[in-house]
């Protein structure tokens, strides 16, 4: 069976690009416009992992997973943050609240390839 991504970003570019270059693997891609509509999704269906751009209207990706967790407290799939953001204060506020993977964007095919893979083994 085939891993369960979910795929949020509200711009349609970088989904597209985020899904192309996932393609060429097993997985069955979900995606989101933002935020509430990811938690929507989650609240109907499982996922094994979530890819979220950082930036987004109305709750950015720090507050996503501060929700997630509230929301679905006996656990949450890991989550690659995607974001243009340099500041170790955000990463750092990342980290405690459970952001398994940062990646600067412009992200590469391999290195997102990599990192998925990569989560999608240590969760087995």
Known sequence: MSARILVIDD????????????KSRPYEIAEAAGAEEALELMAK???DLI???YFMPNMDGLQF???MKKRFPDGRPPVIMLTAVRSKDV???G??????CWLNKPVS?????????E????RG
């Open 51 to 53: 890819i979220s751009d």
């Open 109 to 117: 095919k391999d290195t997102l390839i990599n990192s998925v893979e």
């Open 65 to 67: 997973v501060n929700e």
């Open 11 to 22: 711009n349609e570019i970088w989904m597209s690009l985020i899904k192309r270059s996932l």
């Open 91 to 93: 990463r750092n506020q």
């Open 119 to 122: 989560l999608l083994e240590e």
């Open 95 to 100: 980290k405690e609240a459970g952001i398994e």
């Open 45 to 47: 269906e499982s996922f």
